[in-house]
């Protein structure tokens, strides 16, 4: 049973700096990839960033390419969404997901099979 968990969401101002962390449990991710989405009040889910497991190969939307990096640390089974330069918005409830379709980018929602419960990120003016 996978299992994932995020924590790090908080109120931070506009153009700080903050950072999401996401663990990941019950089996080895090897083949799977990893994701970032956010959802606003009245919005639907969205893409942030992805990154495939085994070799670390990243892809961004286009809002928060160059301000956000994500990362996956293999030994402790974490993955990490870093946010630079935050605008207000970027506040939303941000979700760690995972993948077993295997190692490539997934864009869709619906692509990943395994979802924390969220973290909350507000930024303000």
């Known amino acids: 049973q996978v299992q994932l968990v995020e924590s790090g969401g908080e109120l931070v101002q506009a153009g700080g700096s903050l950072r999401l962390s996401c663990a990941a449990s019950?089996?080895?991710?090897?083949?799977?990839?990893m994701g970032w989405f956010r959802q606003a009040p009245g919005k639907e889910r969205e893409f942030v960033a992805t990154i495939t497991w085994s070799g670390g190969r990243t892809y961004y939307a286009d809002s928060v390419k160059g301000r956000f990096t994500i990362s996956r640390d293999k030994a402790k089974n974490t993955v990490s969404l870093q946010m630079n330069g935050v605008k207000p918005d970027d506040t939303a409830v941000y979700y760690c997901?995972?993948?077993?379709?295997?190692?490539?980018?997934?864009?869709?929602?619906?692509?990943?099979?395994?979802w924390g419960q969220g973290t909350q990120v507000t930024v303000s003016q």
């Open positions: 997901a995972a993948t077993s379709r295997g190692s490539a980018i997934w864009l869709r929602p619906g692509n990943y099979d395994h």
């Open positions: 019950g089996r080895t991710f090897d083949s799977y990839s």
